[in-house]
């Protein structure tokens, strides 16, 4: 199989993009024509073949649709722009375009955040910040990939996307944005599901300092214990335990205890 080798820009080139757009009131216009990829433009040496442009089209037609849905171009409601990101995380994670290790560079979604998709980033993000057009955990759209893969739990699964769309931002971000849990699907699935376990019963709103608790414990454990090694069963009690042993969790059993709330 010939593997599908996507544009890329480095930092310094996205810098000089910013640099430009800087003063531009307007959004800044996508680019899907090869003719037009700006001069900084790079694919990698050797090892396959440039992606072809229908699906750089493709890919941003997807997620047009997906944001017409959710208010663009109108800025909408943070609740459009959170169904966004799940269905967002959602398509891109079934590209198999996104299956390989192109998808894995920070420069491959740096390229699609600044030139196929730039309109989508501001839509999303109104202030601009530099961070979600350039490659990395922050960039706009890799992002929402590592988030589709780590948290799909399957085709043949009952509610394969619920994960997305029950866990808050915050959790999402603790998860994707600590190479230590979110390089691990399996622990990142896990660490998720006991998520959406406890806010059951907790209530989502009490969910933030658990999960940052939770969190400090599980890769504090898992540095000296492979927790990904364990079986199933094995995996689901200690992470119900990292959350049973946070201050948010034992809030309820000591109100129930006094009678009253401090």
């Known amino acids: 199989m010939i593997v599908q080798l ?18 531009d009131a307007v959004g800044p216009e996508p ?15 050797s090892g396959g073949s440039p992606i072809r442009h229908e699906i750089l089209i493709e890919i941003r037609a997807g997620l047009e649709e997906i944001a017409a849905g959710c208010g663009f171009p109108d ?41 196929v998709l730039p309109d989508l980033v501001v839509w999303r993000f109104a202030d601009r910040p530099a961070e979600r057009f350039h490659g990395g955990v922050r960039n706009t759209f890799q992002r929402l990939w590592m988030r589709g893969r780590i948290l799909d739990r ?3 699964a009952e509610g394969r996307w619920e994960l997305l769309g029950a866990l808050t931002e915050d959790a999402l971000v603790q998860i994707t944005e600590r190479p230590s849990v979110g390089n691990d699907a ?21 969910m933030e ?8 414990r599980l890769r504090l454990r898992n ?28 809030e309820p059993r000591r109100r129930s205890w006094t009678g009253r709330e401090d």
């Open 154 to 156: 399957g085709p043949s």
């Open 75 to 115: 800025r909408g409601t943070a609740a459009d722009r959170a169904r966004f990101d799940e269905r967002a995380s959602a398509f891109l994670a079934q590209r198999n375009e996104l299956d390989g290790g192109e998808a894995l560079r920070d420069d491959v979604w740096a390229f699609l955040a600044c030139v």
């Open 6 to 23: 996507f544009p890329r820009l480095d930092r310094l080139a996205v810098d000089a993009l910013l640099s430009a757009r800087a003063d």
């Open 223 to 250: 540095q000296v214990q492979v927790l990904s090694a364990l079986d199933d069963r094995e995996l689901e009690n200690a992470v119900d335990a990292f959350f049973a042993q946070s201050s948010a969790a034992d």
């Open 31 to 45: 680019i899907v024509d090869a003719d037009s990829f700006p001069v900084e433009t790079r694919y990698a040496a």
């Open 209 to 216: 300092d658990a999960m940052r608790e939770a969190v400090i």
């Open 186 to 206: 399996r622990l990142a699935r896990a660490l998720a599901e006991g998520w959406l376990r406890v806010s059951q019963r907790l209530g989502r709103s009490a």
